[in-house]
């Protein structure tokens, strides 16, 4: 079996609006919130690298599980966004937890790669016992702040997550999951020439369809009504994809986390962020269902399963 342990999270200190953005796009602050549900987000500063932010999240997940970066036994860290494709920023955060042979493998997938971290993770913490998951972004770099870019400008900040998959202890069992790829149409969502590109209609199209599916199947094949799941955790790509999704699956509203509002989307880290933001809010030990989903380039997609332990 695998569990959730913890999550962890690093956010910059620099808050950038929807009045300080729209300027440079060509927009109004109120048209950005109307599309996206976004009131700001967060800029990394100079210094900061995609894997020295990673590092941040990984130490602060460590942190709350009461663990140590020595009893890890192997390092997962999702990415689209790194300045250095290979080797990716896995490796420097191993280094940076003073880690000098655990295996440190890179998951080079926008918007979802944390969920297929987290997937894969439950698989290989059966042998490794603690496997690391770190979502880490800096899409501020990989953004055109003109009008040419402004589809992609209004959406993206930066910032960094970590989960803490355990195979003996947490407060959550991952139960089930369900990971898709559909390559022929990859061509909607990628980074090229260190410059994001996306055809924001049609993402929107496929992740309303494919992100219901894929949550879907699993309540399905588990016998889980929507309306029992606690929580549905979801890369917070935009709010009005979180609605669609909503109402795709026939669950209340409240029930979707969001803190796309004052982050953004962070792209692979959001997941985590949200999660650890989530879970931080907790009073009351889980007491149903969670639903975590999200949909990214590859085009790469689905949704995992974790229950009361």
């Not at 927009?27 to 009131?39: D, F, H, N, R």
């Not at 700001?40 to 970066?69: F, H, M, N, P």
């Not at 770190?134 to 770099?141: C, K, T, Y």
């Amino acid at each position: 079996m695998a569990y959730l342990r913890a999550f962890g999270s690093w956010l910059p200190q620099r808050s950038v609006s929807n009045r300080e953005i729209a300027p440079l796009v060509d927009a109004t602050p109120e048209w950005i919130l109307e599309v996206s549900g976004i009131e700001e987000r967060r800029y990394a500063g100079d210094q900061d690298t995609v894997a020295s932010i990673g590092l941040l999240a990984a130490q602060d997940c460590l942190e709350k599980a009461g663990a140590t970066a020595a009893e890890l036994g192997m390092i997962l860290v999702a990415s689209g966004s790194s300045d250095r494709f290979c080797p990716g920023p896995a490796s420097q955060i191993a280094a940076g937890l003073g880690l000098a042979s655990t295996p440190a493998l890179d998951i080079p997938v926008a918007s979802a790669g944390s969920l297929i971290g987290l997937a894969l993770a439950a698989q290989l913490a059966l042998t490794a016992g603690r496997v690391l998951v770190v979502g880490a972004e800096i899409m501020s770099r990989r953004i055109r702040l003109n009008p040419e870019g402004k589809n992609t400008a209004i959406l993206f900040g930066d910032g960094a997550g970590a989960a803490l998959v355990d195979a003996e202890t947490g407060f959550a069992r991952i139960a089930d999951s369900c990971l898709f790829t559909d390559g022929a149409a990859a061509e909607i969502l990628f980074v090229r020439g260190g410059q994001f590109h996306m055809d924001g209609s049609a993402v929107i199209l496929h992740a309303s369809r494919k992100m219901p599916r894929a949550i879907n199947e699993l309540l399905t094949r588990n016998r889980i009504a929507a309306g029992e799941v606690e929580a549905f955790l979801l890369h917070q790509a935009n709010l009005n994809l979180i609605t669609r999704v909503a109402a795709a699956v026939k669950a209340p509203r409240e029930r979707f986390f969001t803190n796309i509002a004052r982050y953004g989307n962070t792209s692979s880290a959001s997941l985590l962020i949200a999660a650890d933001e989530w879970h931080c809010g907790q009073t009351a030990a889980l007491s149903g269902p969670l639903i975590f989903s999200a949909f990214g380039a590859g085009l790469n997609w689905g949704a995992l399963l974790a229950v009361p332990r």
